[in-house]
């Protein structure tokens, strides 16, 4: 009872038990379960019910549709600055909405936002919705998910797709559960079933060693977020214009349960790994923490950021938030140097689509040197030493 009265999407129900309006559950009840007592019936039967659930063999495709139609990338905007995946993903929206022959909109929600919407026009919107309200100013799950469930509702999208990053992976669950629809995460291809104009999902899954294509077949709007860097970013082409459509967003700070007390941003490096040109990343050949030196001087010289496998976060020379790869960041830097790291698929779909890869290993058989452009095989204690020694001479 207590979680149904605080979950911030409506998201859980007691089985079996009449749907009552929030104000008239009993924040009590919840202890009337322990979770050490044996299921009760209601519970039991409802585990049942669901087990015999079948999904439908054959469901009309509603794609194309009258009802659910066009292309939407929400675009987030935080802090002053738009996170460029978003304009990505105009881009990939753009290919999508041309493959079903429909329109691509951009969504932004914010306080003061108005900088964004010509941009949006730039990178090819050719709606752009706009929800602008002080509730708005900071990002926080229920008034975003509100507001964007609520556009969603009135204007019926068939698709909508945001950057994977940490607002996309928070509000797009969130929206997805009010909406009662599929939502893939962490997608890096998307495109559209020639036959049936589905949206075709496509994500790294069982630790990456497979390629997954996924439908949303019965419900609207199909959902994804996508992989930041994965899509190339569409020209830019300013002045194009647009249909701008203001919503106006009626709630109240005493609708929502958190409120923003204070931001406290990192200092870490890493904080723009997903931006950075010159990426060097350390792996478990680097031996030691104390190692670590080595690759900073090198990235000092060259103006790069530190980054590592999960080999070495699990190492704590470095933070989650420095790893590379399918739990962690992607990046496509325009040079990525790799300085002793084996390879492993699940860095790989991270980092391979860097522009310039350069790999440092001492096993010539190491999977990193068969997508490296340059590799040297060799003891990276000798060689990094002598690059930065050789750059440091150049770049003076
Ligand atoms: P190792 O595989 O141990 O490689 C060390 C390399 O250093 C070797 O190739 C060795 O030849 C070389 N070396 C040793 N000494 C020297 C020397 N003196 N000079 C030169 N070379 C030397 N990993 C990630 O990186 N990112 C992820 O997001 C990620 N997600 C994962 C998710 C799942 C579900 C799973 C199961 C795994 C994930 N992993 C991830 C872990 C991944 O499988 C590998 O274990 C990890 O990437 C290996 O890290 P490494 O290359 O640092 O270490």
Not at 16 to 23: A, D, L, R, T
């Amino acid at each position: 009872g207590k979680c149904v009265l605080v979950c911030p999407t409506n998201a859980l129900a007691i089985p079996n038990q009449p749907s009552k309006p929030k104000e008239e559950l009993d924040p009590e009840a919840g202890s009337k379960f322990n979770l050490k007592d044996p299921l009760p019936e209601a519970v039991k039967d409802y585990a049942q019910d669901n087990d015999k659930k079948t999904i439908p063999a054959q469901v009309t495709p509603v794609a194309g549709g009258d009802v659910w139609s066009g292309v939407w990338v929400i675009i987030e905007y935080t802090n002053g600055k738009v996170a460029p995946v978003s304009w990505e993903l105009l881009g990939e929206g753009r290919k999508l909405a041309d493959a079903i022959g429909c329109g691509l909109s951009g969504v932004i929600t914010g306080n003061e936002i108005d900088s964004v919407i010509p941009e949006a026009f730039a990178y090819g919107a050719e709606k752009v919705y706009v929800v602008d309200h002080p509730i708005l100013k900071d990002y926080r799950t229920e008034p975003y998910a509100e507001a964007i469930t609520s556009l969603v509702r009135k204007y019926q999208p068939e698709i909508i797709l945001m950057g994977a990053t940490s607002m996309g992976r928070d509000v797009f669950p969130a929206i997805a559960t009010k909406l009662q629809t599929g939502l893939t995460a962490d997608c890096t291809v998307l495109g559209i079933d020639p036959e049936t104009k589905l949206l075709q999902q496509t994500r790294p899954a069982f630790g990456g060693n497979i390629m997954a294509t996924i439908l949303c077949r019965t419900s609207r709007p199909q959902m994804s977020t996508v992989r930041p860097r994965v899509m190339a970013m569409p020209e830019r082409i300013d002045g194009r214009e647009g249909e701008l459509i203001r919503e106006e967003f009626t709630f109240d700070e005493s609708d929502f349960h958190t409120k923003i007390l204070e931001f406290i941003g990192s200092d870490a490096k890493s904080a723009f790994l997903d931006k950075a040109e010159i990426i060097v990343a350390v792996g478990l050949g680097l031996a030691a923490k104390k190692n670590l030196a080595i690759a900073e001087e090198l990235a000092d010289v060259l103006g790069g950021t530190i980054a590592g496998t999960r080999g070495a976060v699990e190492a704590g020379w470095l933070t989650h938030d420095q790893q590379v790869g399918q739990s962690g960041v992607t990046v496509r830097p325009k040079v990525y140097i790799a300085i002793g790291i084996s390879g492993a698929i699940q860095h790989l779909v991270g980092m391979e689509t860097s522009d310039f890869i350069i790999a440092i290993n001492n096993d010539p058989e190491a999977s990193i040197l068969k997508v490296a452009n340059f590799g040297i095989v060799g003891d990276l204690f000798q060689i990094v030493p002598a690059m930065t020694a050789e750059f440091k001479k150049r770049l003076q």
